[in-house]
């Protein structure tokens, strides 16, 4: 079996479809946008609180920029869905926070991300997906995520970008939600001329 790496490059605002499965996606198909997951990320900033990471910020982000990365879907019209993210989300370990976050992996396996949508496959759910999975969040270096367009049936993933971001403006809570809305807007407009143009 053939193992695909997704290749990223690593700067401060970096930014690539790294796959795309041709003639995967028609013009105009509607999609559902899943939210942001930010399950297995790692957190490193001193004025992030376990306290209210989980309860108070991770919502309003999922909640808020979701709303605003769903208006970015034009070439494919998407309906915004929370329900699994938001459960993924409050499993997010306070512990998550560190001193420090590691330096972005410059791949992923192919076979990582479909482990990663496995909890998003919907046997009865027709068409595809997009999720967002923030990979760090952390005060040197922003946010760092994919976003994955994905057969929601079978979890099988169509496109696949990555991008790191930092955010701008004053309070812990405006970062890294101008790093998300950038970095989701961004990949979200990528994933769609990259498949509609295949």
């Given at each position: 079996?053939?193992?695909w790496?997704i290749?990223?490059?690593?700067?401060?605002?970096?930014?690539?479809?790294?796959?795309?499965?041709?003639?995967?996606?028609?013009?105009?198909?509607?999609?559902?946008?899943?939210?942001?997951?930010?399950?297995?990320?790692?957190?490193?900033?001193?004025?992030?609180?376990?306290?209210?990471?989980?309860?108070?910020?991770?919502?309003?982000?999922?909640?808020?920029?979701?709303?605003?990365?769903?208006?970015?879907?034009?070439?494919?019209?998407?309906?915004?869905?929370?329900?699994?993210?938001?459960?993924?989300?409050?499993?997010?370990?306070?512990?998550?926070?560190?001193?420090?976050?590691?330096?972005?992996?410059?791949?992923?396996?192919?076979?990582?991300?479909?482990?990663?949508?496995?909890?998003?496959?919907?046997?009865?759910?027709?068409?595809?997906?997009?999720?967002?999975?923030?990979?760090?969040?952390?005060?040197?270096?922003?946010?760092?995520?994919?976003?994955?367009?994905?057969?929601?049936?079978?979890?099988?993933?169509?496109?696949?970008?990555r991008?790191?971001?930092?955010?701008?403006?004053?309070?812990?809570?405006?970062?890294?939600?101008?790093?998300?809305?950038?970095?989701?807007?961004?990949?979200?407009?990528?994933?769609?001329?990259?498949?509609?143009k295949?």
């Amino acid at each position: 079996m053939k193992t695909w790496l997704i290749f990223l490059i690593l700067s401060g605002c970096a930014s690539s479809v790294t796959y795309v499965k041709p003639a995967a996606v028609a013009m105009g198909e509607h999609i559902t946008f899943l939210g942001i997951d930010f399950s297995k990320a790692e957190f490193a900033d001193p004025y992030l609180q376990p306290a209210n990471l989980v309860g108070d910020k991770i919502p309003a982000w999922n909640n808020k920029v979701g709303a605003k990365i769903l208006r970015t879907f034009d070439q494919l019209p998407a309906q915004l869905d929370l329900t699994t993210t938001t459960a993924h989300n409050v499993t997010t370990p306070p512990t998550a926070l560190a001193s420090t976050t590691s330096v972005p992996a410059a791949a992923i396996a192919l076979d990582t991300v479909r482990g990663e949508l496995a909890s998003y496959v919907d046997a009865n759910a027709p068409g595809k997906a997009a999720v967002m999975l923030v990979e760090q969040v952390s005060k040197e270096r922003g946010v760092w995520a994919h976003m994955v367009l994905f057969v929601r049936a079978t979890g099988e993933p169509v496109a696949i970008a990555r991008e790191g971001r930092l955010g701008d403006g004053y309070g812990v809570f405006h970062f890294y939600f101008t790093a998300l809305e950038g970095a989701g807007a961004s990949m979200a407009k990528q994933l769609q001329r990259a498949v509609t143009k295949n």
